[in-house]
T-cell receptor, first 115, second 112 residues
């Protein structure tokens, strides 16, 4: 069954802790993205990766880190430096990062709450 | 810079009513335009897209036409159902295509 898997669906962490959100895809897409969604707002880009072992900062990268060691996986770490991490995090993929006509496909999201 | 502006919600309609959700954009060049839908607690799903001026995207009874002269991509549906209740996002991506710019989203409630 092809698709994008994000885990866990709900995540709770204490202030000062780092936490890693998982994103896995079996669509064989080259490009992967992380977005943050806050209530009543659109999506803001955190990081993106066009190919394995390469990634770029998006508009709100501060306090986040990523890796892209495998084509299928693009984990996001929310560090203690992120001042307001409570949000809904969405992972997305695209067949080729540079094709502006291509559709982005989204995972089901992870809701992170800082206690 | 490039941006997408959507009408503020929530929009509340009765079943079988006509729906319009306005979307205008600012962009250099000629972007592709998209409408995504988000159901509660889920990720976004592509609803429709248009990749050049005067193209009409359509899916599940929804339509939107890429209007370059008015820089608009309004979403319409002739008869909404309760199951259409969701948040709708307008988005653009331009040539070079690494980033997608999203509007703030418009929440739609459809009453039986």
């Amino acid at each position: 069954d092809g698709g994008i898997t994000q885990s866990p669906k709900y995540l709770f962490r204490k202030e000062g802790q780092n936490v890693t959100l998982s994103c896995e895809q079996n669509l064989n897409h080259d490009a992967m993205y992380w977005y943050r969604q806050d209530p009543g707002q659109g999506l803001r880009l955190i990081y993106y990766s066009q190919i394995v072992n390469d990634f770029q900062k998006g508009d709100i990268a501060e306090g986040y880190s990523v890796s892209r060691e495998k084509k299928e996986s693009f984990p996001l770490t929310v560090t203690s430096a992120q001042k307001n991490p409570t949000a809904f995090y969405l992972c997305a993929t695209q067949k080729e990062g540079g094709r502006f006509t291509d559709t982005q496909y989204f995972g089901p999201g992870t809701r992170l709450t800082v206690l | 810079g490039d941006s997408v502006t959507q009408m503020e919600g929530p929009v509340t309609l009765s079943e079988e009513a006509f729906l319009t959700i306005n979307c205008t954009y600012t962009a250099t060049g000629y972007p592709s335009l998209f409408w995504y839908v988000q159901y509660p607690g889920e990720g976004l799903q592509l609803l429709l897209k248009a990749t050049k001026a005067d193209d009409k995207g359509s899916n599940k009874g929804f339509e939107a036409t890429y209007r370059k002269e008015t820089t608009s991509f309004h979403l319409e549906k002739g008869s909404v159902q309760v199951s259409d209740s969701a948040v709708y996002f307008c988005a653009l991506r331009y040539t070079g295509g690494f980033k997608t710019i999203f509007g703030a989203g418009t929440r739609l409630f459809v009453k039986a």
